[in-house]
């Protein structure tokens, strides 16, 4: 049975950092693209962060980028969202997402209609 789990979400002071994981089960997540998604209340999923299935080529989103790092631990079968610099935008409740239409995809999309299972979610709350 496929599932993903994340945890690592908390509040956080802006300014400071939070290392998410993503901890999958039922596949091997080094063969397929995932991706690492935020929805604020009242505003829709978007992608923040993906990592392919080849040669862990990865993207980000411009809000992100030089903040957020993403890395994979094959022998745990987890993946990492590493966000520094964190600001008050930057609070939403976070997933991660796997894409097992196709293995070993070149390259990840950051489109959430592109992803086929997904974690419960972490919340992430960035405030003085």
């Known amino acids: 049975q496929v599932q993903l789990v994340e945890s690592g979400g908390g509040l956080v002071q802006p300014g400071g950092s939070l290392r998410l994981s993503c901890a999958a089960s039922?596949?091997?997540?080094?063969?397929?693209?995932i991706g690492w998604f935020r929805q604020a209340p009242g505003q829709e999923r978007e992608g923040v962060s993906c990592?392919?299935?080849?040669?862990?080529?990865?993207d980000y989103a411009d809000s992100v980028k030089g903040r957020f790092s993403i890395s994979r631990d094959i022998a745990k079968n987890t993946v990492y969202l590493q966000m520094y610099s964190l600001e008050p935008e930057d609070t939403a409740v976070y997933y991660c997402?796997?894409?097992?239409?196709?293995?070993?995809?070149?390259?990840?999309?950051?489109?959430?209609?592109?992803?086929?299972?997904w974690g419960q979610g972490t919340q992430v709350t960035v405030s003085i």
């Open positions: 039922g596949f091997a997540s080094d063969y397929y693209a």
């Open positions: 990592i392919s299935s080849r040669d862990d080529t990865a």
């Open positions: 997402a796997a894409d097992l239409a196709i293995a070993m995809r070149r390259l990840c999309v950051l489109d959430p209609g592109e992803y086929d299972y």
